[in-house]
């Protein structure tokens, strides 16, 4: 048995890709799940449920649109100035890590855009908290979690311009309040499905007052009067995540699967700080839930440990160059036994090197 | 079984499913494909693969880039212009159906655009074929199979200008000439993978010469320079395209299809013409291999004739409402044992209705 600790795309449930497959081979009527018309009842279907539990899950409130996008977050970098930074105005950004800092690139192609607060200066070991929003901004632009550097809001940004938001790699891992927020974005590789598609969910009443002239591709109130059916959605994705989604809400949902990501990033942060080994690289309280950095006091036992880790199944913990170390990301599908897994192996390497 | 018509997404074949279910079960070392990152050395493996296959398949010459992209044609509407179309240029566009006229649209947003020919006025049932194409054009847009109409270019524009072409839904099915073209983009869902992919294949010369700010993920040459991995890639389109293109490699290649793809058109017109039930609706000359549009002489008979076809399993002919009646999509992966259940059904109607 492998633990998949990968950054993304990431592990999902067993029993998520057992169905996944067998609607690769006959999903309706003997046809696949690939040859069928995303136009078929069968389908609609799909995208209909799919967009229900979203909105089930996440406690979406009323004049909130859910659609089912490609491109990823990157393309939603674009497409969020495009849609609701009108000519004259500037957009607010907070700078927290290489996501974050591409959305402010794009933006800047874009429009105006002001950079109210970054801590790059440090690598991106904290979230920064003091800073003020122009109350003229046409929205604050903010990364929920930090994929790579490990860092994650715990308290969102609190402000009367609209709040938009990249929560790739953490939505669906905790209870929030979706009313905070003006439009949130997510690829969905992280805790919703396979790769190909991307979530977007806006409050209809920012759309369309800009003036800019959008390409229809790109224009959220084109894929909401479309019913993310302007073009061919990508169909097996949305299958996919919607497998996940009955999945969590079978688990209980949001609340229930906080409880155990909450319980899984505290056991091996504890271990972290216990292991004389071992040592985090973020600033306490901004710990990341979903991806863990960590280094060694002792940067030659890295490969050992590497080795040893991979030895026991333990697989994708290799740190990204940014940070190098270690990176243990877990995305709601790792259960805690995986956790266990890797501080066993982290407990095992110290008692060799004591 | 299954005889599989639908326009897309569509057929596949058979032993590509199974490929594919086994890999979303266990793809490599007992991860699923859904679950490994696109940076990991097995999944590189694949894009490489995928793309010389394409070149090998197409027989693409040196100094033209293939890409694997999101969004489908509907994006490349937009970044076709973006990307060859700068301030003060216009381009040509053909306009041979609905999705000709969508690309026109989308290209009208952000550039000066030239129809110089259209078969609009006839319901798009023929090619235009006497036009000029002004010679300072930024290049010449056309639609080589129109999915809808049932029309085909057999012969395709001759022009000095750079040629752009969306060959969505008959890329492979026939030999051309890569090196008369500009720029080629296909949304996958036809004769290359499942939905979720497009497939772009661009002369690198053109690019670059615009002076258009162009955001990141919309600039082919940001997507040249990261190998189609700027961010992550729709990594189980794009394996499930290269089991495809192993699979039509196999087959012998395009030359060989297109043998089988004449074969299948001309069985299905020959029956058209003979039965004295049905009609085409196309100029024979401009008839589509890949969709077969067709009515009846009595509207009456289409309901009762499309559900005998479906007794005997014949599913996705039923006509799109801008054509009525029907169309037989004939895609790589149909057999011409479904193209002769389809010419029996339409017999023993022929015969029930004497």
Chains 1, 2 share one sequence.
Request: glycine share 8%; hydrophobic share 40%; net charge negative.
């Amino acid at each position: 048995m492998k633990h998949n600790f990968g950054a993304g795309p990431c592990i999902l449930p067993q029993e998520v890709f057992k169905q996944a497959a067998q609607a690769v081979l006959d999903f309706n009527d003997g046809l696949s799940i690939l040859e069928i018309s995303h136009r078929t009842t069968e389908f609609e279907a799909v995208v209909a449920e799919a967009e229900k539990l979203v909105k089930e899950l996440l406690n979406v409130p009323a004049g909130y649109s859910v659609l089912f996008l490609q491109g990823g977050a990157s393309l939603q970098f674009a497409m969020v100035p495009m849609n609701l930074l009108g000519e004259g105005q500037t957009a607010s950004y907070l700078d927290t890590g290489v996501w974050a800092s591409k959305a402010i690139k794009e933006a800047k192609m874009l429009g105006n855009v002001n950079v109210i607060a970054s801590s790059k200066e440090s690598n991106y070991t904290y979230i920064p908290k003091e800073y003020a929003v122009p109350s003229d901004s046409a929205y604050l632009h903010f990364t929920s979690n930090n994929t790579i550097y490990g860092t994650e809001y715990f308290e969102f940004p609190e402000t009367a311009v609209p709040l938009v938001c990249d929560m790739s790699s953490d939505i669906m891992s905790r209870v929030f309040d979706v009313s905070k927020f003006g439009l949130i974005y997510a690829g969905a590789q992280k805790n919703i499905g396979p790769a190909g598609l991307t979530i977007v969910i806006v409050k209809d009443e920012l759309l369309g007052k800009t003036g800019n002239k959008i390409p229809s591709m790109l224009d959220y109130k084109q894929h909401i009067a479309n019913g993310s059916m302007y073009n061919t959605p990508p169909v097996f994705s949305i299958y996919v995540a919607l497998l996940n989604l009955r999945w969590l809400r079978s688990k209980g949902g949001v609340a229930e699967i906080e409880k155990e990501n909450i319980a899984k990033a505290a056991a091996l942060y504890a271990e972290i700080d216990r292991n004389p080994l071992f040592k985090g690289t973020c600033a306490v309280e901004d710990r990341s839930r979903m991806n863990i950095t960590f280094v060694m006091e002792n940067p030659e036992l890295e490969k050992p440990f590497l080795k040893l880790a991979e030895e026991h199944g333990i697989v994708g913990i290799k740190g990204h160059r940014s940070v190098g170390g270690f990176r243990a990301s877990m995305y709601n599908a790792l259960s805690i036994t995986s956790v266990h897994a890797l501080i066993e192996v982290m407990q095992i390497f110290a008692e060799k090197n004591k």
